[in-house]
T-cell receptor, first 114, second 115 residues
Framework: KAGVTQTPRYLIKTRGQQVTLSCSPISGHRSVSWYQQTPGQGLQFLFE???????NKGNFPGRFSGRQFSNSRSEMNVSTLELGDSALYLCASSNFTHVPTEAFFGQGTRLTVV | AQSVTQLDSQVPVFEEAPVELRCNYSSSVSVYLFWYVQYPNQGLQLLLK??????LVESINGFEAEFNKSQTSFHLRKPSVHISDTAEYFCAVSESMGSNYKLTFGKGTLLTVNP
């Protein structure tokens, strides 16, 4: 069974640009969550999607957005990039419906903003 | 709101020594608890979980953790560590809150096993 796949693995962007990151969950998993990991703030929850609907959102500005497609694949978008957006972005999938289960994480996309 | 505190940011130990990584959580409702491990330039891998039932949970590679509701703790232990256990360990909590699924992580503990 294939794991969670995130593309690309590495990305370098310039301040002011926008970026789209992709996540393919484990087959059959309908919940996809996104997290930002930085040395200073640690792991912070961005948002969670289930069946194409955003069910939960973290405390991030509106520049951070996401969506989920009918095949459960998800994308997150960051517009008007700032230097502080440099981070490892992790995607996690789970088969959570109403009872929490473990989340399976991808290897992440390392975004560097210069 | 839920929160997780990992009391030690770094724990250096010698190979074959025992180790305990501490985790305390704060929540007003029932929780589900997890330990994840992260190796350099990798994502997070689930080490073990507490969802219900026995308060002592074990992983396949010798780690164990005990859920203590009265002390709101979920400390991770291993009786004898190996060099390969060097990694960053994250404690996480998920509240039972209907259809919302969100993990709240601690800041992480870097375990360094020295020969």
């Amino acid at each position: 069974k294939a794991g969670v796949t995130q593309t690309p693995r590495y990305l370098i962007k310039t301040r002011g640009q926008q970026v789209t990151l992709s996540c393919s969950p484990i087959s059959g998993h309908r919940s996809v969550s996104w997290y930002q990991q930085t040395p200073g703030q640690g792991l912070q929850f961005l948002f969670e999607y289930f069946s194409e609907t955003q069910r939960n959102k973290g405390n991030f500005p509106g520049r951070f957005s996401g969506r989920q497609f009918s095949n459960s694949r998800s994308e997150m978008n960051v517009s008007t990039l700032e230097l502080g957006d440099s981070a490892l972005y992790l995607c996690a999938s789970s088969n959570f419906t109403h009872v929490p289960t473990e989340a399976f994480f991808g290897q992440g996309t390392r975004l560097t903003v210069v | 709101a839920q929160s997780v505190t990992q009391l030690d940011s770094q724990v250096p130990v010698f190979e074959e020594a025992p180790v305990e990584l501490r985790c305390n959580y704060s929540s007003s409702v029932s929780v589900y608890l997890f330990w994840y491990v992260q190796y350099p330039n990798q994502g997070l891998q689930l080490l073990l979980k507490y969802l219900s039932g026995s308060t002592l949970v074990e992983s396949i590679n010798g780690f164990e953790a005990e859920f203590n509701k009265s002390q709101t703790s979920f400390h991770l232990r291993k009786p004898s560590v190996h060099i390969s256990d060097t990694a960053e360990y994250f404690c996480a909590v998920s509240e039972s809150m209907g259809s919302n699924y969100k993990l709240t992580f601690g800041k992480g503990t870097l375990l360094t096993v020295n020969p």
